[in-house]
């Protein structure tokens, strides 16, 4: 799909005015997050079709009368709910905030992981480094700290994660599984929940894990719990450091939503290094949302978004890519796309590549 091709179809008067929401947008962004924590939306939502009053509202929730009009006026013209004679009433963005589970995660997301450290975006985008990072720990990187996170930090961050890419795997997994893969390496497997789906879904597949020593304890503890250890195991390593190979003797690699935790040099290294240990039956799937093969705008909205996130927060020089930067890599690593499917779960793209056959 193409996006962004033409300017947008809007008024200048128009223009001026969502000119103007972005001016506002943390504070807009704060008060929608706070008609949900005190449950305003929710108890509107519940009136059916009645509405409710200023005073009904701050008597159902312990909040000032003060506090719920403050709110209630920014939704107003937030859009979330709508005014007549005294009493609120829901709108269907409050309607969609408040019961559309991506909006929840990544409203979660943005407030807990990303919102104080958002602050030091332009030292992030002036030095290349994670500058907002600070905000949640003393890393180089946020992937070495996920497991010390607070927990509700901790939470919002995984929950995020695997509300994308959970649900790709219905769809994803028999087309893997298609090659009847017999072990397969899952690169940055996280907490291994890509390993137990495989394990769920062939009773004799093994998986190999590799990550952190931090992420894979989880991992391997995940994995004892659901009584697969005997098929799940870890390969501990660094891949920043590229000196380390990969694990040697899978038929199959696995690169879930993880290419894009890294720069374009560092995913070369990385795919190179995958392409000394595959043979030409090997295949290397890539899941990824690339923004430019989203079916719709706000897909891409989204994606675009969570780039930031990686400049501020998560290690300065990664991103959510157009799919050309990334065939353009696997090229320059001396693979190719074997196959390629797009809109799976929610607007990801699987690439099956395989190693360049020898010319001469």
């Not at 005073?55 to 000032?64: I, N, P, R």
């Not at 990385?270 to 043979?279: H, N």
């Not at 990664?318 to 353009?328: E, G, I, Q, V």
Request: with cysteine; aromatic share 12%; net charge negative.
């Amino acid at each position: 799909m193409a996006f962004y091709e033409k300017p947008m179809p809007i008024s200048a008067f128009d223009a001026k005015f969502e000119a103007q929401k972005i001016a506002f947008a943390p504070i807009t962004f704060q008060v929608a997050r706070c008609l949900l924590k005190f449950n305003i939306l929710a108890l509107v939502d519940s009136a059916d079709g009645q509405g409710c009053s200023l005073t009904e509202l701050a008597s159902q929730t312990e909040v000032s009368e003060y506090g719920v009009s403050v709110l209630l006026d920014m939704g107003l013209s937030m859009g979330l709910v709508w005014q007549q004679d005294g009493r609120f009433y829901l709108d269907k963005i409050g309607h969609f905030l408040l019961h559309d589970e991506m909006a929840q995660k990544n409203l979660n997301f943005s407030h807990d992981v990303c919102y104080q450290g958002l602050f030091d975006l332009d030292k992030a985008i002036e030095t290349g480094k994670p500058a907002g990072l600070k905000a949640l720990g003393d890393w180089d990187t946020i992937y070495p700290g996920l497991s010390q996170l607070p927990e509700q930090i901790k939470a919002s961050w995984f929950e995020f994660d695997h509300f994308y890419s959970d649900r790709a795997f219905p769809e994803v997994l028999p087309l893997l599984f298609a090659h009847k893969p017999q072990h397969i390496l899952d690169v940055g497997g996280n907490t291994g929940k890509w390993a137990l789906a495989c394990t769920g879904y062939d009773a004799t597949v093994k998986v190999t894990i590799m990550d952190l020593p931090g992420q894979l304890k989880i991992a391997m503890d995940n994995a004892e719990q659901a009584q697969v250890s005997d098929r799940v195991f870890g390969f501990a390593t660094d891949l920043l450091d590229e000196d380390r190979g990969f694990y040697q003797g899978a038929d199959t690699i696995w690169m879930s939503q993880f290419l894009d935790c890294f720069s374009p040099p560092q995913i070369l290294s990385i795919l190179k290094r995958a392409a000394k240990v595959m043979g030409f039956d090997c295949r290397l799937y890539i899941l990824e949302t690339f923004w430019d093969r989203q079916p719709f705008a706000a897909g891409a909205y989204c994606v675009n978004a969570t780039s930031i996130y990686f400049t501020a927060i998560a290690n300065g020089n990664s991103r959510m890519y157009h799919s050309r930067d990334m065939l353009d890599l696997l090229q320059q690593a001396g693979l190719y796309v074997d196959e390629s499917r797009d809109e799976l779960g929610l607007g990801h793209t699987l690439l099956c590549c395989r190693l360049k056959p020898i010319s001469g």
